[in-house]
Structure formats: C-alpha cells, structure tokens
C-alpha cells in the first residue's frame, strides 16, 4: 500500500530503579482489636449516648416500643436489659450486617416497612456496649421464624489484646425461644425483636443518674411532633417513682406559650417567617423570601438544604389556660426540662444541641442575653433568654445531606450547611426579638416620667378645688350674723379645710417636684446617651476610616521609601536608563501614597474641628464634594469602583475620578455652595456619607456580580426639602431588616461560621444624625436599580 511505515510510539523511559521491580503480592491495611474498640468508646462520647443508639437501632428495626430495664443495681453484678418489639434478626443478620464495623446497609436512605428512614448510619452504635458493660448477650426473633439466636460477647478479651480483630470470635447460639425474663426467670412470650442483656455494668447507676437518663430520652423525640408508634418505658427495679414508668412527652405546656413561631426553608431556597399568639390576634409574618435576599453572604441556594424551625416563647410566668392554670412554678419546672433550641434529624435529636442544662447553645442566646440584658420594651435592644425558648429544627438525612452528625454523635459537621442552618435560625430568632420587643413597647404602661407626670397634673388639681373650696366658705360667710359661738364653730371648720388644703399644695408640689425630677433624669440621660453615642461613634468612625484607608498607603510608602534607600542613594552615578525609569516610578507611587495620606490626614482633622460640630447653615453639596474628595483615590484606584454623583440643575452625572481638579473643574463652586443648603452639624453629615461609603465598600467584597462595582448618590433639590439617593451594587440589606438595620447592635455582618459580628452601632448614628439632628427621615429599600441597597434621605431645606 505504497510502502508507507507507521513510525511507533516511543515507549516511555523507564528510571533505572525500575527495570528489576517485579510484583510480589499484596498487602492489606488492619486493625488489632484493641485499638477497635478503643476508637468505638471514643466515639460514643458517653454511656447515656450509648444507651440512646441503642434506643436508635430499635427504632431502625421498625419497633413500637422499647423496655429499659435495670436489676440488682444495690449489688455487685447489677444488669440492664434493653428490649424491642422489631423485626428482630436471624443468623445471617448477625453475621454479616450487626457483626461488620460500619455496614452501609443504613446508609442507602430506603425506608424501613413502616416507612421509617433508618436513623443510624455509621454502624458505630453496637460499640456502645462496649462501653456499658463487660459482657453482652443479644438474643432475637425474626417475626415469623424460629428458632431465636443469641450471641455471647466477652468485651474483656478485646483489653490488651493484639490479635487482629477478625480472629476474635463470639459463640453463636440457636435457642428454640427466648421466652424467658432474664431479671425474674419467669415465663414471659417474646414473639419477635431483639433482647440485649448487659452484664458487668461499667458505671454507677443510681437514681440521680438514671434520671439524667430518663429526661435524656425523653427529649430524643421531637415534643412537637406525634409519638409516630413508638414509646419507652423505663424500669429501676427500685421501684423509683421518679424514674419508673412510660418516658414522659410533654405537650400541654407548649399551650402556655406567649408566641408560636413557625418558619421554613422549602426545596427551592424560599424563606418564610410566622409569629403568632394564643393571648391576641396580632400575627407577624415575613413575606416568602428567596435565600439570597434573605441571606445575602451566601449562593442562590443554602448549603444546609430545606428544613422547618419551630420555637415557643415564654416569658416565665403564670399563665391561665382552658383546662387549668399553670403557676409559675409549673412553668419554670417544665421549661428547666426542656428549655434550649435542639435540633432533630427524622424525629431523633441531634445532641447536644439545646442541652436544658445550657450546654449545646448553637445560637448564643445565653451569650447575647448577657451582652444585651434590655428590657423587653427596649425595641433592638432586647435579646430572649435561653431559658425562655422551647424550640426545634427538622432536618433529615435525605434532603440535607450537608449536616452530617460527626462520629462521636455529638454534634454535626463543621461545614457550609451548618453555617447557612446558623444563618437561618439566628435571622429567625432576630425577627421575632424585633416583633415581639416592638409589640411590648406599644402595650406597655406608662414610663416613671410619664407617671409622674400624671400624678402631679392630679395633684395639683386637687390642691386647686380645695383652695377654691376654702375660698367659697369664706365668701359664702356673713360675718355680721356670726355669733360668738358661731364664730368659733366657723373658725374650727376655716382651720380644717385650710389644714386640708395646706396639706393637698404639699403633696402636689411634691409630686410637681417628683415629676420634673423623673423628667430631668429621663432627659438628661436621654441626651447624654445620645451626645456620647453621636459623638464618640461618628468621630470612631472617621478614625476607623482613616486608618484602615491609609494603612495601605502608609505601606506602600514605607515599602518604596526602602526600595530607594537599598537603590538610589547606592547608585545614583551609575543609573541606567532602565533602573532610573523604575526610580521614576517609584518616586510617584511613593508621592502618590503620601498625597493621599496627607489627604485623609486633612479630612480627619477637619472633621473634628470645633466649626464641625456647631449648628450651622451649610450647603449639603459641599459636603458630599469634600468627602468624595478624600475617598477618590481609595474607591476608584485601590478598589475599581464606578462612582457617580448627580447634582440638582445638571442634566448629566459627575463621574468621581482619583484626581479630583478633573471633576470638580466642570463644577462651579458658587453654584455647589448655594445649593441644597440645611440647618445643621456638618460633622454629623460628613458621618453619614462616611458610613454610607464605608458600609457599600463592605456590601461590595466578594459579591460575585458579571456587573461593575458601583456607587451612585443623587441630590435632590423640591421646596421645601433637600433629598439624597444613595445606592450601590452590593449584596443589598436582608429581606426583612429594613426597619432592624437601624437599631442599635444590629448587625448582618457575618464570619466564616455564620457568627455575627461587628459594633451594629453605624447606620444607628446615621438614623440619629438625620432624624434627631437634623429633623429629616431616612429609610432604605433592600435591593435598588444597581443590586445593592437603596438609601433615601429627606431634610428639611433652608431657603434662604
């Protein structure tokens, strides 16, 4: 075919070490079983831990009822036997599913016969026993097949024991029924399910302990939700009655509640928020939500997958239902043993979060309380107590794969759904802090000053109808016909009603004095809070701006400053052409760095002068131009963003440039000077777009947008007021938070764990600043033309 070769392919090389390398076999990674079992207690972190997987794998099996029964604990062999009504298991299950070290046959998510996803998925549990006990026989029943099988488990040959685990074996019996009560020896049918007979009891159970045990299980199950077939019941065989009998599932109590929130996660990442009372009609509800508004850190969609969250609220005290009244006492035992927010994964609780005991506070309410100890009429200052909440979060292993329980059983996986799952929840508890705070502070009595007030306004007005009543009785007398009894008897009456009145102007100017009292504290603390506040937190935020914007230039001078220092000066004869370009360059990025600290410097400085901080008429315009002036280089340099400023009378937008004479030369200065002019502290205002600017900057970072970074303000001149528009394209505020964002400590910023963070006193100052300084109103819009947050400003304008 035309003698045409086909060049082969060059063999790679091989290294000289390889030539004489032959294969010899294979070799497996194992295990001795004294380090098996030591990692099984390990990751059961405790024997009631032990004992509710146990619990677990009874329900896996289909069971509807589970018997814990101890014997003989006031001796020296005590037992615990642990019986099901399941399915129960023959031979073939013992060997090669309950014998295998983590079998995947509870991983495949398939639902048992009574349509029970299986709770257990590491196939750890059975190493619980180990921990329990010493010795472990577990006899079962297949339903509908005999004989029944029983396994003998000497725990104590795995202690010190190097032999691989596979070679320790356990004898395997065929029993021709397990009909037997192991505690009493007595006849007892057992028609299917799986008995576990433990032996040589590692701990001490007596009745303190048992009852920890006892309130543990009985908060396995979710409390809002049906028994769904299955029950425990428990039995000391000490005839304790504070142990013994069914474990209880409380759920009359929820009825005492004050408010019932309800809110969800559904498959499509939409949030919905309810809040509701038994006590009134009133009902809260945020609006179905997708999550990245509701959340805006994170995707279109939360990691954590859908789920419900579901918390009561209860301010501790006597609450009168239909069928009864609960007393505070009644109250608080209840909450004291199931108070905290838990977490259930198909019905089954996920320790230890919500522990009653205030261990397991995922969400920091303790913490927050503590931080935040407002009354409730305190509205965005007031935090719920842990030990106010009964509340829970539904997840399951099929539609929220991301929160996986770690090996120990305590606790779930560290990752990007827990975080989202924290996310949710805390905006939940937020939501309802704020709503409920602000229902309180509308129903709430009457301040001290308030009562003060009234008191004195009734005071005196007794002490006038008595003054008028004195003054009629001796208006009324005619002093001629007095005689010299009569006299003396309207005498002693004139003396008792002057006592009577004398008496009422007493009490009345001390009420008067009480209220003007009540009024200046109220007053004085009011205006200190706010002048600290207003003072301190507007000049923090310059300084924090200041030096977080010349920290970087700062750098970059010291780092050209030593570059010259290592080059210049050592070869100034012999530049190159190349080496002096580079000097060139150098020089004016070191210039550059140090005009913008300079300008900073500048800004900081004049926004503490004392001219800044009187009220005075200015023009708002100005303002913006100078603080615009000494972001320039910061925004449209260091970070690329797009900022546009439109002024009144202008048909086109100003664009901010780094080098400000490019901009403001197209501005006539007469022109920004006369413009949007206010009655007001100019310190305030620089504060305001201070913040604006600086809040964008932060709504800006890693937002992942196929659009520019831009900020747009916009003044407004109509007669009577003077209006700003300022939006971004950042992340936007929250769905929902549009009235939260200006309360004090309010924050959305949030770290890598979905922990908050940050003072939440900014936008707080601003709101101050514009309505309390200024007499204007501010609100903002959660999502604009641009993406991010839109700010609107009224103030009133001066015209003259």
């Known amino acids: 075919m035309g003698g045409h070769r086909v060049k082969p392919k060059a063999r790679p090389k091989r290294k000289t070490g390889e030539r004489s390398r032959q294969r010899i076999g294979g070799v497996n990674f194992s295990v001795t079983a004294r380090v098996a079992m030591q990692l099984g207690r390990e990751s059961i972190s405790s024997s009631i831990t032990a004992i509710i997987e146990l619990v677990k794998n009874a329900y896996d099996a289909d069971a509807t009822k589970v018997d814990i029964k101890f014997g003989a604990l006031n001796t020296k062999k005590p037992l615990l036997i642990i019986e099901d009504d399941g399915v129960g298991m023959i031979k073939e299950d013992i060997r090669d599913l309950w014998m295998v070290i983590g079998t995947s046959n509870k991983t495949s998510l398939r639902r048992t016969r009574k349509g029970r996803i299986p709770t257990g998925e590491k196939g750890l549990g059975r190493l619980g026993l180990d921990r329990l006990c010493s010795r ?16 003998d488990i000497n725990w104590k040959r795995y202690e010190a024991s190097n032999k691989r685990l596979e070679r320790i074996r356990h004898n395997l019996y065929s029993l021709p029924n397990i009909d037997i009560d192991p505690l009493t020896k007595r006849k007892k049918r057992f028609p299917h399910g799986t008995r576990l007979i433990l032996e040589g009891l590692k701990d001490k159970w007596d009745q303190p302990s048992l009852v920890t045990l006892r309130d543990e299980l009985s908060l396995m199950l979710s409390p809002f939700a049906r028994s769904k077939g299955f029950s425990i019941r428990f039995d000391s065989g000490m005839a304790w009655d504070a142990v013994d009998g069914p474990v209880p599932h409380p759920k009359i109590q929820l009825r005492a509640a004050r408010w019932k929130v309800l809110a969800r996660i559904d498959d499509q990442g939409t949030t919905s928020i309810s809040m509701s009372s038994p006590l009134h009609s009133k009902i809260f509800r945020q609006r179905k939500t997708p999550w990245d508004e509701f959340a805006k850190h994170a995707e279109s969609k939360p990691a954590c997958g859908p789920l419900s969250f579901e918390f009561y609220y209860f301010p501790r005290t006597k609450v009168a239902l239909p069928e009864q009244t609960l007393g505070r006492k009644d109250i608080e035992r209840f909450l004291n043993a199931n108070q905290g927010v838990r977490i259930y994964r198909d019905g089954f609780r996920v320790k230890p979060y919500g522990d009653p ?13 503590t931080q935040n100890p407002a009354a409730v009429t305190r509205v965005g200052d007031w935090r719920v107590g842990y030990n106010q909440v009964i509340g829970a979060v539904f997840i399951s292993r099929r539609k929220n794969p991301a929160l996986q329980d770690q090996t120990n059983r305590e606790g779930i996986f560290q990752g990007e759904g827990f975080r989202d799952l924290r996310v949710f929840a805390s905006r939940v508890i937020a939501f309802f802090e704020y709503n409920n705070s602000k229902f309180e502070n509308e129903n709430a009595p009457q301040p001290r000053a308030d009562q003060s007030q009234k008191r004195a306004r009734v005071a005196t007005q ?4 008595a003054m008028n009543q004195l003054a009629d009785f001796v208006a009324s007398t005619d002093s001629s016909s007095l005689t010299s009894r009569k006299s003396a008897a309207w005498l002693s009456d004139l003396k008792i009603k002057f006592n009577r009145a004398t008496e ?8 008067t004095e009480e209220s003007e009292e009540a009024v200046q504290l109220e007053l004085e603390r009011t205006r200190e809070e706010k002048n600290t506040m207003a003072n301190l937190a507007s000049l923090g935020i310059l300084t924090a701006s200041f030096g977080h914007e010349t920290l970087g230039a700062s750098g970059v001078a010291e780092k050209n400053a030593t570059w010259l220092k290592a080059n210049l000066t050592k070869n100034a004869i012999l530049l190159t052409p190349k080496l002096k370009e580079e000097a060139d360059l150098t020089l004016e990025d070191l210039l550059d760095a140090a005009s913008q600290i300079h300008a900073f410097a500048k800004f900081s400085l004049d926004s503490v002068s004392p001219a800044k901080r009187k009220r005075k008429v200015f023009s708002l315009a100005t303002t913006v131009l100078d603080v615009f002036r000494a972001f320039a280089e910061s925004l449209v340099i260091q970070r690329n963003i797009l900022v546009r400023l439109k002024l009144p009378g202008r048909s086109d937008e100003v664009r901010i440039a780094a080098d400000s004479s490019s901009w403001e030369a197209s501005l006539k200065r007469s022109e920004v000077e006369t413009a949007l002019r206010i009655r007001a502290y100019p310190a305030d205002w620089e504060s305001i777009f ?14 992942k947008s196929k659009g520019d970074r831009h900020i747009r303000m916009e003044l407004k001149s109509e007669p009577r007021e003077c209006v700003v528009v300022f939006e971004d394209s950042g992340r936007g505020v929250e769905a929902g938070t549009e009235q939260q964002i200006f309360q004090p400590t309010f924050s959305t910023k949030r770290d890598i764990a979905g922990n908050i963070y940050g003072t939440g006193m900014g936008l707080a100052i601003v709101k101050s600043c514009v309505e309390e300084n200024s007499g204007g109103s501010i609100r903002v819009s959660a999502k604009g033309e641009l993406g991010g947050a839109v700010f609107l400003i009224r103030i009133p304008r001066v015209n003259k």
């Not at 005991?357 to 309380?369: E, M, S, V």
Request: charged share 20%; glycine share 10%.
């Open 504 to 511: 009422l102007l007493k009490s009345g100017y001390i009420a």
């Open 462 to 465: 007794a002490s006038l109808e």
């Open 357 to 369: 005991n205030g261990q397991g506070d995922w969400l920091r309410l303790a913490y927050r309380k």
């Open 136 to 151: 472990t026989r577990l006899q079962s029943r297949r339903r509908g097949s005999a004989p029944a099988v029983e396994l």
């Open 690 to 703: 201070v913040n604006l600017i600086t809040n964008s900057v932060w709504a800006m970072e890693g937002v």
